[in-house]
């Protein structure tokens, strides 16, 4: 009896200590990771976050990047981080999803490891080729690179990004035999296809709109299923003869695995609120993002169904962790 009243006790004690913690939150600064520099999409997304995060918790909120890796590097910090509401990160959901698949000897587990918040952003793949490129669709695209086979070439920014992924789902389902060459981020992809060292890109369009326009850059279609607002001329995948093709990114809020519920629904409510301004979602929409939230429960669904898609076109196009 007394080992049962103490037990009791311990658990009210233990209860009544959390709901103190939680009421009282923030009472110093919390972190937001990133694991891309300064000036990546992923900064420029989590960046108004925090600023109004700030403002809404009474407390600073910091960007912190930590590039490197695939986001790898921040990835491990936040896993490892205590789960008190005081460390998050704000990452392309390829960064959690792809990586599993590409080293096995990950240094935390994305489905153990962390808690989801909500998603932030979804956003569409552009293909793009130089002018230099003699096809103007996708027909005359694939029409080409059929005729000399081994010899066409396609950049993305790093094996196993969403950029790659496009391009080896394109490959597949077009049925071409196209050259992937990786680069180490997307600022070279862009001077390189902007220099016609490289024939063809699936790439973001906020990265290149400018160049599009400027007539640097053909854009061939887009990889949603609806055209993208900012580029209403310009077909999908689906309506240039590949039925089907979809491919898309997007950015989620993730905390350390233990992150008390009444944190993390707290954090969901406030980062929802933010997206909601019509400031926010201009911004977005100048990236040619779209802002789409969820509740912490959705985004893990999203999470799963993203990773088991991905390794299914990772295994299927034999794709190697470098």
């Not at 793949?125 to 669709?137: C, G, I, R, Y």
């Not at 640097?216 to 590949?242: F, H």
Request: net charge positive.
């Amino acid at each position: 009896m007394r080992s049962t009243a103490g037990i009791v006790v311990w658990l009210c004690c233990a209860l009544f200590a959390q709901s103190a913690f939680t009421q009282a939150y923030p009472s110093k600064p919390v972190r937001i990771l990133v694991g891309s520099p300064a000036g990546s999409i992923a900064d420029i997304l989590a960046r108004p976050i925090a600023q109004r995060l700030s403002e809404m918790l009474g407390q600073q909120v910091l960007v912190d990047n930590r590039a490197g890796a695939t986001g790898i590097i921040a990835n491990e910090i936040v896993a490892r981080a205590q789960p008190d509401g005081y460390t998050l990160l704000v990452s392309p959901n390829s960064f959690l999803v792809v990586n599993p698949h590409l080293n096995r000897k990950l240094p935390y587990d994305v489905f153990r490891d962390f808690a989801p918040i909500t998603q932030i952003s979804v956003f569409h793949h552009v293909l793009v080729v130089h002018p230099s490129v003699p096809a103007k669709s996708v027909k005359e695209l694939i029409a080409l690179a059929r005729s000399k086979p081994g010899a066409m070439i396609y950049a993305s920014s790093g094996v196993g990004s969403g950029f790659h992924l496009a391009g080896e789902m394109f490959r597949s389902m077009a049925r071409v035999d196209i050259v992937h060459v990786p680069f180490k981020g997307t600022p070279s992809v862009v001077i390189d296809v902007l220099a016609g060292r490289v024939d063809m890109t699936f790439i973001g369009l906020s990265l290149v709109q400018s160049h599009i326009k400027a007539g640097k850059l053909r854009a061939m279609a887009v990889t949603g299923l609806k055209r993208e607002s900012l580029l209403p001329e310009v077909p999908t995948l689906d309506e240039s003869g590949l039925r089907g093709f979809e491919i898309a990114g997007g950015h989620c809020v993730v905390a350390p695995a233990g992150t008390p519920r009444e944190i993390i629904d707290r954090l969901n409510a406030a980062i929802v609120g933010i997206l909601g301004t019509p400031e926010v979602r201009q911004l977005w929409s100048s990236l040619g993002m779209e802002v789409v939230t969820t509740t912490p429960e959705q985004l893990a669904v999203r999470l799963r169904e993203d990773y088991a898609k991905y390794g299914r076109l990772i295994k299927a196009a034999g794709i190697k962790g470098e």
